[in-house]
């Protein structure tokens, strides 16, 4: 399967506007994950932190998608989790990353996902939260280093995918140029063994979640990695959504409410 670009355009397009639900103010905001100092034209290192009232102890630490060249914790389907999981009582700890052309590539926006884990296991204490019950989910690129820096970490609770990109062997002609500056390298093989596909896997129970309509990442690649996850004994619950496009939490669509539902039981569980 060839990446299909009227659903970038698509996908695009469907970020703006505003979500669906009621947005959620922060209980803290544009806190520094991190203390280093951001070189000129780096992402900053920063997280908003959402603890709802009466919180149940559990959190997330949410990664946005965007090919890895846009986004941000702020962004439309980040907005929307954030309020469907503060109003299960979850906490979430939204981060922003170095992407390409702001600071990094795969491996620096790998680290900042662990160092934003860290800086919340050590700060989520202070919150009534237990730092024992924090999961990384992520959507689309977001996915992809959910999976990645959680395999990485000690003391993941749980990870969840969302229509993430697990796979480089399916993008061909300028769709390479993705892969060629996310992995610093044209070479083929080297993407294969750094994705999530082939690379070590999470230990923590791990949810995928895809729609069969998705034009950017074939739903194959999550059927691949659960069936890899399931092979190797690896708890793994794989949910597809007939019909649902790339990034659906972007849409006014019953699989937005119905994703974010099996998201907040995986965390809960």
Not at 2 to 25: E, F, K, M, N, Q
Not at 39 to 68: K, M, Q, T
Request: hydrophobic share 45%; net charge positive.
């Amino acid at each position: 399967m060839t990446l299909r670009y009227g659903a970038v355009l698509t996908s695009l397009r469907s970020l703006r506007g505003d979500p669906t639900t009621t947005d959620v103010a922060a209980t803290a905001a544009a806190v520094a994950y991190r203390e280093r100092p951001a070189r000129r034209g780096e992402i900053l290192p920063l997280a908003d932190l959402y603890v709802p009232a009466g919180a149940n102890g559990a959190s997330v630490v949410l990664v946005h998608g965007g090919g890895f060249v846009i986004g941000s914790r702020t962004m439309k389907p980040m907005r929307y989790l954030v309020a469907q999981l503060t109003a299960a009582k979850i906490a979430v700890c939204a981060i922003d990353y170095r992407m390409i052309f702001r600071g990094g590539r795969l491996d620096e926006a790998i680290d900042d996902v662990r160092d934003a884990f860290s800086f919340w296991s050590a700060r989520a204490p202070g919150y009534g939260l237990d730092p024992r019950r924090i999961h990384i989910a992520g959507l689309s690129a977001g996915g992809t280093l959910a999976m990645l820096a959680a395999a990485r970490i000690d003391g993941v609770a749980g990870v969840v995918g969302c229509f993430g990109l697990y796979d480089v062997a399916h993008l061909h002609g300028p769709a390479t140029l993705l892969p060629r500056m996310l992995f610093g390298t044209a070479d083929r093989a080297a993407w294969t063994a750094r994705a999530p596909q082939a690379a070590a896997q999470p230990i923590a129970p791990t949810l995928l979640l895809h729609g069969t309509d998705d034009g950017l990442v074939p739903v194959d690649q999550a059927r691949r990695l659960a069936a890899r996850r399931e092979a190797h004994g690896l708890p793994t619950r794989l949910v597809i959504y007939d019909g649902a496009p790339h990034g659906f939490f972007n849409y006014p669509l019953p699989v937005a409410a119905t994703a974010a539902r099996d998201m907040i039981d995986h965390v809960t569980r």
